[in-house]
């Protein structure tokens, strides 16, 4: 089963032969599969969150509503262009393409399937790739913040600017854990070319798993084996996406519409196009990087044909569809989270968690060729001293919060009165009056009484 597993596997010599006209169908391939996915993944996310209000979506144009996306995108293509008197009409004219073309040419380097006969020609069905592909991924996903910030700054309003400025936070601080989630993959693939990763997934990978001394024949993702990886980058691609519920750049309610407030007509849309072709990048690099890639999930590997052919096309574009769904899900279920809370999250929870996984990645990749009985030390000794200090460790107890009352008391003499950071409301003379009249006895007390 491995050697039909490698013999479809393309390696790096098998890309820069291929003719131009195959060339030329490839990059055209990869730009209708990003527009044709987003228009499908409005529609899709549409029928799925109607689905959970119990609604029935989009249902009147086309069969079941499968044109609604198009119509939408036609009608926004004729309302009025309207440029900013106090714009900068070269950047703001740009600034949205910057977004779009840096989501679209990351899936240059994501494989679609194995080695295929195309009229012919044996090729891979993959554009290109290079022996720093990831690199290449995450090139592309920060050169993609340029056209929020320059779109914010284009604009020369004030709550564009804002927007562009907190969004371009937002996904540097998020760019950092995923580019910790991809070093885990390439530290245990051995390589940061994306057929490379894809192919280190097939039939299990012995360099890493002889850690645990098991060498397994079927397909081991990297989401099982580096399962903490899996979940951070997943997190981080929801972030660097800005799909709910870390959409705060277009948080309506704080900023009116973020980056895109003074945008309208066809640079608004595709403003919106670059969100869901992200959405559906991001996906692509996700079943590429730690979910097998092209490769059919156990068990139809039992079935030798299931990795051959142009039937992993089939595997992988079902493992996208999962993905988006999930990110559908997310919106559907989960509320917007504060900005300070959103960047708490990516600064002191994923990025340390993230680098003490990789610190124990590292330890583990280094005893490899040690004894079963030292690896067994090295591992169990740590485990060991983890569980201790996590039972000795002292409690701290918190102190009880102070009531609105003490709040309002402690103030100095003569200071303006501040409502508190949770907003909650001191009660009014009227009602500190009445309480006074009920209960005299924590009036004469002073500031330590406390009233209900």
Same mark, same amino acid.
């Given at each position: 089963?491995?050697?039909?597993?490698l013999a479809?596997?393309?390696?790096?010599?098998?890309?820069?032969?291929?003719?131009?006209?195959?060339?030329l169908?490839k990059?055209?391939?990869?730009f209708v599969?990003?527009?044709?996915?987003?228009?499908l993944?409005?529609?899709f996310?549409?029928?799925?969150?109607?689905? &959970?209000?119990?609604?029935?979506?989009? #249902?009147?144009?086309?069969?079941?509503?499968?044109?609604?996306?198009?119509?939408?995108?036609?009608?926004?293509?004729f309302?009025?262009?309207?440029?900013? /008197?106090?714009?900068?009409?070269?950047?703001?004219f740009?600034a949205p393409?910057i977004?779009?073309? %840096?989501?679209?040419?990351?899936?240059s380097?994501?494989?679609?399937g194995?080695?295929?006969?195309?009229?012919?020609?044996?090729?891979?069905?993959?554009?290109t790739?290079?022996?720093?592909?990831v690199?290449?991924l995450?090139? %592309?996903?920060?050169?993609?913040?340029?056209?929020?910030?320059?779109?914010?700054?284009?604009s020369g309003s004030?709550?564009?600017?804002?927007?562009g400025?907190?969004?371009?936070?937002?996904?540097?601080?998020?760019?950092?854990?995923?580019?910790?989630?991809?070093v885990?993959?390439?530290?245990?693939?051995?390589? &940061?070319?994306?057929?490379g990763?894809?192919?280190?997934?097939?039939?299990? #990978?012995?360099?890493?798993?002889?850690?645990?001394?098991?060498?397994?024949?079927?397909?081991? @993702?990297?989401?099982?084996?580096?399962?903490?990886?899996?979940?951070?980058?997943?997190?981080?691609?929801?972030?660097?996406? #800005?799909?709910?519920p870390?959409?705060l750049?277009?948080?309506? +309610?704080?900023l009116?519409?973020?980056? &895109?407030?003074?945008? +309208?007509?066809?640079?608004?849309a595709l403003? &919106?196009?670059?969100?869901?072709?992200s959405?559906?990048?991001m996906?692509?690099?996700?079943?590429?990087?730690?979910?097998?890639g092209?490769?059919?999930?156990?068990p139809?590997?039992?079935?030798?044909?299931?990795?051959?052919?142009w039937?992993?096309?089939l595997?992988?574009?079902?493992?996208?569809?999962? !993905?988006?769904?999930?990110?559908?899900w997310?919106?559907?279920?989960?509320?917007?989270?504060?900005?300070?809370?959103?960047?708490?999250?990516? @600064?002191?929870?994923l990025?340390?968690i993230?680098?003490v996984?990789?610190?124990? !990645? +590292?330890?583990l990749r280094?005893?490899?060729? @040690?004894?079963?009985?030292?690896?067994?030390?090295a591992?169990?000794?740590?485990?060991?001293?983890?569980?201790?200090a996590t039972?000795? @460790?002292?409690?701290?107890r /918190?102190?009880?919060?102070?009531?609105?009352?003490?709040?309002?008391?402690?103030?100095p003499?003569?200071?303006?009165?501040?409502?508190?950071?949770d907003?909650?409301?001191p009660?009014s003379?009227?009602?500190?009056?009445?309480?006074?009249?009920?209960?005299?006895?924590?009036?004469?007390?002073?500031?330590?009484?406390r009233?209900?």
């Amino acid at each position: 089963m491995n050697a039909l597993y490698l013999a479809q596997d393309p390696t790096l010599a098998d890309f820069g032969r291929d003719p131009w006209w195959l060339v030329l169908g490839k990059i055209v391939f990869a730009f209708v599969f990003a527009l044709l996915a987003t228009l499908l993944g409005v529609w899709f996310e549409r029928r799925v969150v109607g689905f &959970m209000q119990v609604r029935p979506g989009p #249902n009147q144009v086309g069969p079941f509503g499968l044109l609604q996306t198009l119509a939408d995108g036609l009608k926004m293509a004729f309302k009025e262009d309207i440029l900013p /008197r106090t714009a900068d009409k070269v950047v703001f004219f740009f600034a949205p393409t910057i977004s779009v073309i %840096c989501a679209v040419t990351a899936l240059s380097v994501v494989p679609f399937g194995p080695m295929v006969s195309i009229f012919g020609n044996h090729t891979p069905l993959q554009v290109t790739d290079v022996p720093v592909a990831v690199l290449v991924l995450l090139a %592309c996903s920060s050169m993609g913040i340029y056209g929020i910030v320059l779109g914010g700054w284009a604009s020369g309003s004030t709550y564009p600017l804002l927007g562009g400025l907190r969004s371009s936070a937002q996904m540097i601080s998020y760019e950092v854990a995923m580019g910790l989630s991809i070093v885990a993959v390439f530290m245990t693939a051995g390589t &940061m070319s994306t057929s490379g990763i894809v192919a280190a997934q097939a039939g299990g #990978n012995p360099v890493s798993w002889s850690i645990l001394g098991w060498h397994p024949t079927a397909p081991s @993702w990297y989401a099982i084996l580096l399962l903490p990886s899996f979940i951070i980058f997943f997190i981080s691609t929801v972030g660097e996406t #800005n799909r709910a519920p870390f959409d705060l750049p277009e948080a309506e +309610s704080e900023l009116v519409a973020g980056f &895109m407030t003074e945008y +309208s007509s066809l640079k608004f849309a595709l403003f &919106m196009l670059s969100e869901y072709v992200s959405m559906v990048t991001m996906s692509a690099v996700t079943t590429t990087l730690f979910l097998g890639g092209w490769r059919a999930p156990w068990p139809i590997t039992l079935w030798d044909g299931a990795n051959s052919g142009w039937l992993p096309m089939l595997w992988f574009f079902g493992k996208v569809l999962i !993905l988006v769904f999930v990110f559908v899900w997310l919106r559907g279920t989960l509320p917007r989270l504060r900005y300070d809370q959103f960047m708490r999250f990516g @600064w002191k929870v994923l990025l340390p968690i993230n680098l003490v996984w990789i610190l124990v !990645l +590292s330890g583990l990749r280094s005893i490899e060729n @040690w004894e079963s009985r030292d690896r067994a030390i090295a591992v169990a000794v740590p485990a060991a001293l983890l569980l201790i200090a996590t039972l000795l @460790w002292p409690s701290r107890r /918190r102190e009880p919060k102070p009531t609105v009352q003490e709040r309002v008391n402690s103030r100095p003499h003569g200071s303006f009165p501040l409502p508190p950071m949770d907003l909650q409301v001191p009660p009014s003379p009227r009602t500190r009056r009445v309480v006074a009249e009920r209960e005299p006895a924590n009036i004469a007390a002073g500031p330590d009484s406390r009233e209900v």
